[in-house]
Each structure stands twice: as C-alpha cells, then as structure tokens.
Nanobody, 115 residues
Framework: QVQLVESGGGLVQAGGSLRLSCSAS????????MGWYRRAPGKQRELVAH???????NYADSVKGRFTISRDNAEDTVYLQMNSLKPEDTAVYYC?????????WGQGTQVTVSS
C-alpha cells in the first residue's frame, strides 16, 4: 500500500508563487508516473501536470509556462512549482502516483489565490 503525503498549499495573492511537494511511502514496487490534479469548487477534477520516471512531462494548457513539475526518483517525491498564480488556480490539489497496476491519491492540499 502506497501513502502519498502532500504539503505546501496555502493562501497567496495573485501573481505569487507556491511549491507543492508529495512524498510516497509504504510498500511499493516501482512508481512509474506521478502527477498533480486539482478540483476547483463546482468543477470536475482535472490534470494539472504529469511526469514519468524518465522525466517526460505533460501540462494542462491553462498552466503551461507558469507551473513546473519535477521529481526525485530516488525519494519517490514529486514537486509542483507554481508561479504567476491566478485566482482561477484556486482548488484542492491532489497528488497521484501509479505503482504497478495501482493508482494512488493523496488527501489533497488547498491552494487559494486571492485577487
């Protein structure tokens, strides 16, 4: 069973930055993909960014050029650097990881961007 623990959320003014972290612990085989999703109030959960073990990345169009995902494979930790934050980035951000045939989710961390 893999546990994902997120940190780094909070309240920030528009134009500011935050860095989210997510660490995997527990019994695991080989975590392949890791990523971040978010759910804004009244909306469905959406992919924010995704990174493979090899370092290939994928971003939602709405965050390209502002957010950067990175990963420490040795520590099974994934980061999301969020710059130039906008009020529409306000959401609960969830970490996700694929370990073998299973997908796991973190508990979520709130990011609030004030205008």
């Amino acid at each position: 069973q893999v546990q994902l623990v997120e940190s780094g959320g909070g309240l920030v003014q528009a134009g500011g930055s935050l860095r989210l972290s997510c660490s995997a612990s527990g019994r695991r085989f080989t975590i392949s993909a890791m990523g971040w999703y978010r759910r804004a109030p009244g909306k469905q959960r959406e992919l924010v960014a995704h990174i493979t073990t090899g370092g290939s990345t994928n971003y939602a169009d709405s965050v390209k050029g502002r957010f950067t995902i990175s990963r420490d494979n040795a520590e099974d930790t994934v980061y999301l650097q969020m710059n130039s934050l906008k009020p529409e980035d306000t959401a609960v951000y969830y970490c996700a990881a694929v370990d073998g045939p299973q997908a796991y989710w973190g508990q979520g961390t709130q990011v609030t961007v004030s205008s």
